[in-house]
């Protein structure tokens, strides 16, 4: 069974950093691209971020660019998001996701003074 | 960006009625990234439709896909009640991958 179990999620302040962890199982993780994907309350989704099986290449939607940063471990099956000088509007429920999926259950980021 | 509209919003039909919902696209979007997930509250997201037409894993056949180029729907044949929520479709023909604001699905 595919599972996708995401962490680091919390509450930062606006210009703080957080980096949000995805351990994948289930699956061969090294051939699968991968993303991050968004969910602010009661609003809709928005699809972050992508990176390749092999991390040679990743997108970034305009929103994010610049700010955050994809990344994986191969070697630990794991997916990274470094999300730096965070603003209130990236507060959401942030998911990872095999593909388009599955996906994990989420880890809420709440930027906010 | 490609801007994937979905409609209506809120469609509130009995069940054992039939649900019809739209997604249009702001540009031509393959057929074969086009997908629907249905979501509901407290539980993971639900792929119910890839490639426009085919089912997913495990999803019952009142469940259909059509369409292609601009304009995708997704058909609800005889609802039950396990069936109203909240449904996405999403593109990922074209970077950034973009998803519809979703039509939640109410019990009339």
């Known amino acids: 069974e595919v599972q996708l179990v995401e962490s680091g999620g919390g509450l930062v302040q606006p210009g703080e950093s957080l980096r949000l962890s995805c351990v994948a199982s289930?699956?061969?993780?090294?051939?699968?691209?991968m993303s991050w994907v968004r969910q602010a309350p009661g609003r809709g989704l928005e699809w972050v971020a992508n990176?390749?099986?092999?991390?040679?290449?990743?997108y970034y939607v305009d929103s994010v660019k610049g700010r955050f940063t994809v990344s994986r471990d191969n070697a630990k099956n794991s997916l990274y998001l470094q999300m730096n000088s965070l603003r209130a509007e990236d507060t959401a429920v942030y998911f990872c996701?095999?593909?388009?999926?599955?996906w994990g259950q989420g880890t809420l980021v709440t930027v906010s003074s | 960006e490609i801007v994937m509209t979905q409609s209506p919003a809120t469609l509130s039909v009995s069940p054992g009625e039939r649900a019809t919902l739209s997604c249009r696209a702001s540009?031509?979007?393959?057929?074969?990234?086009l997908v629907w997930y249905q979501q509901k509250p407290g539980q993971a997201r639900r792929l119910l439709i890839y490639?426009?037409?085919s089912r997913a894993t495990g999803i019952p056949d009142r469940f259909s896909g059509s369409g292609s180029g601009t304009d995708f729907t997704l058909t609800i044949s005889s609802l039950q009640s396990e069936d109203f929520a909240v449904y996405y479709c999403?593109?990922?023909?074209?970077?950034?991958?973009?998803f519809g604001q979703g039509t939640k699905l109410e019990i009339k």
């Open positions: 289930g699956f061969t993780f090294s051939t699968s691209w």
């Open positions: 990176i390749k099986e092999d991390a040679s290449e990743k």
């Open positions: 996701a095999r593909g388009v999926d599955p």
């Open positions: 540009q031509s979007v393959s057929s074969s990234y």
């Open positions: 490639g426009a037409s």
């Open positions: 999403l593109q990922y023909n074209h970077w950034p991958f973009t």
